[in-house]
């Protein structure tokens, strides 16, 4: 079947820094790809859509300038948290639409916890 | 706004028995999709079961299946025959059609008893 990757699937970062996760789509192509953001115990909140070739396109409250995105083909787009500060540690989790697929199939990458000390 | 709500934080249910977890949404949509994810400790998320809302008949996939109330606007879960690897958090979500944003319900942790 279809699957999503991501990389790194954890990382620590000092505050300050930036850190990058790659979201890769392995045997389809992915038009779009979304990123979500789930803190402990809580649900997945969507960050911003990816969409292939164009500018993401963000949800309310989500500062473009610091959260990154950049899908620049159909199988990568990365998330780049840009001055990374401790509330911004989280578990960040991509999604992407396989192309074709029955019902416009979505499928999960296993997600990447990010740590800022 | 599309909403979802799952009124259940936790349930648990005994290793063989049956449970059903519950799922509201609020919509002015008529088109839309309608899923349960499951989330297991690995946060991996996997689609358990998925439901046209055009459709009248309930999904069915193995011992999952769900109880689609359209005018209601439920959605619920039910597991049937459960097992020890059914033991995640679930979370339904909503779609509309022609959209690809999910919207995700807070969850229900479920806890499978030997």
């Known amino acids: 079947g279809a699957v999503v990757s991501q990389h790194p699937s954890w990382v620590i970062c000092k505050s300050g820094t930036s850190v990058k996760i790659e979201c890769r789509s392995l045997?389809?192509?992915?038009?779009?790809m979304f990123w979500y953001r789930q803190f402990p115990k809580q649900s997945l909140m969507l960050m911003a859509t990816?969409?292939?070739?164009?500018?993401?396109?963000?949800e309310q409250g989500v500062e473009k300038d610091k959260f990154l995105i950049n899908h620049a083909s159909l199988t990568l787009s990365t998330l780049t948290v840009t001055s990374a500060h401790p509330e911004d540690s989280s578990f960040y989790i991509c999604?992407?639409?396989?192309?074709?697929?029955?019902?416009?199939?979505?499928?999960f990458g296993e997600g990447s916890w990010l740590t800022v000390v | 706004a599309q909403t979802v709500t799952q009124s259940q934080p936790e349930m648990s249910v005994q290793e063989a028995e049956t449970v059903t977890l519950s799922c509201t949404y609020d919509?002015?949509?008529?088109?839309?999709?309608l899923f349960w994810y499951k989330q297991p400790p690995s946060r991996q998320m996997i689609l358990v079961i998925r439901?046209?809302?055009?459709?009248?008949q309930n999904a069915t996939e193995n011992r999952f299946s769900v109880n689609f109330q359209k005018a209601a606007k439920s959605f619920s879960l039910k597991i049937s025959d459960s097992q020890l690897g059914d033991a995640a958090m679930y979370f339904c979500?909503?779609?509309?059609?022609?959209?690809?944003?999910?919207?995700f319900g807070t969850g229900t942790r479920l806890t499978i008893i030997p």
């Open positions: 979500a909503y779609r509309i059609f022609g959209n690809e944003k999910l919207t």
């Open positions: 990816s969409n292939e070739g164009s500018k993401a396109t963000y």
């Open positions: 919509t002015s949509e008529s088109d839309y999709y």
């Open positions: 439901q046209e809302a055009y459709k009248q």
């Open positions: 999604s992407a639409r396989a192309w074709p697929s029955p019902g416009n199939t979505i499928y």
């Open positions: 045997d389809f192509q992915a038009t779009t």
